[in-house]
């Protein structure tokens, strides 16, 4: 759990540094991607009092293993936020779980589908050539004039409708 105890928070505010279990944020299931948390939770933030307004910004990042979406190739990222900005109206004078703010902050930062690179070229879909190492080793004869990126629609011209 990440929690600030407001009664902490002096003049200059309060660093709250630490790690937490990355547990909390539920990737497995959440993401409904196949994913390995590699940490724990690494977090750095600072807390401020505005009158009885708690106000907490910093960075939590955590780094997993996953697969590129195109190429299938294994990869490890940073997921995490760097900007990240909490604030609590009127917060009395005891102790603040921010646990699912900072779980709400990394995920929103799970991209749509995880890639290598942003050039992946991916695999061929009639070979399954790695296509950012190796040419496609598919034996169709392409009509002239069409690019190797779309031979995945030939198929399409042997139909009778």
């Not at 697969?67 to 603040?96: H, M, Y």
């Not at 779980?97 to 779980?103: E, H, K, L, V």
């Not at 930062?109 to 790695?130: I, M, T, W």
């Not at 950012?132 to 080793?137: L, S």
Request: proline residues 4%; contains cysteine; charged residues 30%.
């Amino acid at each position: 759990m990440i929690r600030i105890n407001t009664a902490d928070i002096g003049p200059d505010g309060l660093e709250v540094n630490g790690t937490e279990d990355a547990a909390f944020l539920e990737l497995d299931s959440a993401g409904g991607f196949p994913c390995e948390v590699l940490d724990e939770v690494q977090y750095d933030l600072h807390a401020s009092l505005a009158g009885r307004d708690l106000l907490v910004t910093g960075s939590a990042k955590v780094r997993i293993r996953t697969q590129c979406a195109l190429c299938l190739k294994d990869i490890t990222l940073p997921l995490g936020s760097d900007k990240i900005c909490i604030f609590r109206e009127k917060v009395p004078d005891e102790i603040v779980d921010i646990t699912d703010d900072i779980r709400e902050e990394i995920l929103l930062q799970v991209p749509e589908r995880f890639k290598c690179s942003e050039n992946c070229r991916g695999l061929c879909p009639g070979c399954g050539a790695d296509l950012n190492t190796e040419p496609c080793r598919c034996k169709k004869k392409r009509e002239k004039g069409t690019s190797s990126e779309n031979h995945t629609w030939d198929a399409l011209n042997g139909l009778d409708l």
